[in-house]
């Protein structure tokens, strides 16, 4: 994901500790967990593993995406994504900035395509 999105992410968790690219930030309530690229075994893994976790069983999860990621021109499996969503139950957020006016009807972006 756009280092940006993540960057982000991190700050809203910070208080508590960072991580490298690839790993986990944690503060208070709040968790990062970082997937591989397009990776969506690895994705699925990591949602997993958070259902399991004990005493966490009604967290809330939220994944982002780029649709359309600037540094390879490669989109995101947003059909892997939405079979991921309806199992898992998280919320997503797909960051179109790349894809807009690029794809879709009337440049309205991958999600839209």
Same mark, same amino acid.
């Given at each position: 994901n756009h280092a940006s999105i993540v960057d982000g992410v991190r700050l809203a968790v910070r208080g508590g500790s960072t991580s490298? %690219? &690839? &790993? #986990? !930030? +944690? !503060? &208070? *309530? +709040? *968790?990062?967990h970082v997937y591989g690229h397009n990776d969506m075994g690895h994705l699925d893994e990591l949602l997993s593993a958070a259902a399991t976790r004990a005493g966490e069983p009604g967290r809330r999860k939220l994944?982002? #995406? $780029?649709?359309?990621? +600037?540094? $390879? &021109? $490669?989109? %995101? $499996?947003?059909? %892997?994504?939405a079979t991921l969503k309806a199992h898992h139950g998280f919320l997503l957020a797909v960051d179109e900035a790349h894809a807009t006016l690029v794809c879709g009807d009337n440049g309205a972006g991958a999600a839209a395509a």
């Open positions: 490298s %690219a &690839g &790993g #986990t !930030a +944690s !503060a &208070g *309530r +709040s *968790r990062l994944v982002i #995406t $780029d649709s359309l990621f +600037s540094m $390879d &021109g $490669d989109f %995101a $499996d947003l059909q %892997a994504l």
